[in-house]
Every structure is written in C-alpha cells, then in structure tokens.
C-alpha cells in the first residue's frame, strides 16, 4: 500500500523533563486505505501540535483527535491521495527513564 517512504526529523534536546521538534514524512500511496481499515504512523509521544497532511492542517480539538494510544490516524480529514503525500507534525515529549527512546541524565559528580 505504501512505498518509497522518508523521513526527516528535526528535534531540539534542551536540558529538562520535555524535548520537542519536527517530523516530515513522505510516501507513494499505491492505493486508498478502506475505512475500516485506517493508514497510521506509530508515535510514542506527549502530544502533537500542527499535523498537516499535503498542507491540510488536521483538527486535533474538540474531541476529534488523530493521536491516541501511540498512533497518529493520517485518514481523518480526507486529505491523503493517491501518489506522493506528505505529512508535518510538530510534537513534545518527555525524556524516559526505563532505558527506552532518549533520557536525560546529570552526573551526580560535577552536576553537568
């Protein structure tokens, strides 16, 4: 269904609980998902701000959310096509510390 996929990401890592950045996709879509069964990316994060796909913002208010249980839903909207797409989202998310994605850590020596 999908194919030449790329991603670029963009992330600042400031000291702190939280980092933040950017996230561009691009793919061919060689066919329209069917209902039941909705296109997603895979995102462990806090929260998402500004998903836009091929430049339509995504309502994420109200209610009506494409980000819940680690997966932003990419068929609300009706913006995918067939062909290239592409999709931008800026998110926040917390440094961990089960030894998963990234982690903050000062060294109880010099304290840096």
Not at 30 to 36: L, V, Y
Not at 57 to 81: E, R
Request: hydrophobic share 35%; proline share 3%.
């Amino acid at each position: 269904m999908v194919e030449d996929v790329s991603y670029e990401v963009l992330m600042a890592i400031p000291k702190g609980k939280t980092f933040f950045g950017k996230i561009m996709v691009t793919f061919k879509l060689k066919e329209m998902p069917e209902n039941d069964k909705p296109l997603f990316l895979d995102f462990y994060g806090r929260h998402i701000e500004d998903l836009q796909i091929n430049g339509i913002k995504i309502s994420q208010t109200n209610g009506s959310s494409s980000f819940k249980n680690g997966t932003v839903d990419l068929s609300q909207g009706n913006a995918l096509k067939s062909g290239i797409n592409s999709v931008s989202m800026y998110f926040i998310n917390e440094y961990r510390t089960d030894g998963y994605g990234f982690h903050s850590f000062v060294d109880q020596v010099d304290s840096k």
